[in-house]
């Protein structure tokens, strides 16, 4: 991960972990249910978004090294872990 | 929400938040990114299992309430609800 | 389900299949896979169209008709139909 | 797109084409609304593996080609192409 990428992912994190405890506030006061349901939905959007980051830095840094080397077995590794995470989001 | 399940919400979004703050400590030190996306992918997975606790919740008890009520607007307005958090997760 | 929303479905479903159809030549003919992705995703897209009709439908009828019996089992029926519903879109 | 894995396809486009079909005839003979919305989910998940088929395909064969060339133009196209299917899945 080069460095200013790891920066944003650090700040987007932190913007998460600050929203789940506004949703642990609106838990304790009571909130109606379905803005519970509209932050997680939007937590979970958050998420999705550092997920690209994550997986545009991964195929341009460590897939394409792997694609480009001589070892088949390495090419095949990086093509498997990226259809397990594609299959983990169907 | 009735009070059992404020409690058993508030338990698990904290350790959501913790988890959050453990990929911080990943991308800090730099962890691979496919290991970052599975964590991700597994707090994706505690949000779900938080969203279907309090929709059972909501449907148990305002979405029971309205639908039992006599105004026609109350029902239209939780079923309306409803189907806006059915069609975000599509 | 209620006539005017039948025919809705079954012309949804008619266009739908077509659109597989659609696919299948495209396959014959060597189509560029991401140019197939994008038209699994269209039907996919489709058919999320088609369960928030068939959902809101259920809502209105067979749901709004049980949570009003007297039938405490009924209500708790149609409200775990609706959760494994729910449960398997995350 | 190789011809083993070419028919392969076909064959689960037609299983799917089938199963739509299927779910026309649910819709004419009134089936309830839970068990055609079991039906689509079905489907679902049959078009989620088929996406897995095409992708495993995509990524050993124009993919691989793409990065491994010198053309950084063509490597940029394929992992822009790559994330706009993953983002649409989320």
Redesign the interface.
């Known amino acids: ?1 080069r460095s200013e990428h ?1 920066q944003d ?2 700040n987007r ?2 913007t ?2 600050g929203h ?2 506004g ?2 506030r609106m ?2 006061s ?1 909130a ?3 803005d ?2 509209k932050q ?2 939007a ?3 958050s ?2 978004k ?3 980051i ?11 090294t792997a ?2 080397s001589d070892e088949i077995s390495e ?1 095949e590794r990086v ?1 498997n ?3 397990q ?6």
């Open positions: 991960m790891q992912l650090i994190l932190k998460i972990e789940v405890r949703v642990q838990v304790d009571h109606y249910c379905i519970l349901l997680t939905q937590i979970q959007q998420l999705a550092l997920d690209s994550i997986l545009a830095e991964h195929l341009r840094t460590c897939v394409t694609i480009r090419r093509v872990e990226l259809l995470v594609f299959e983990k989001l169907h």
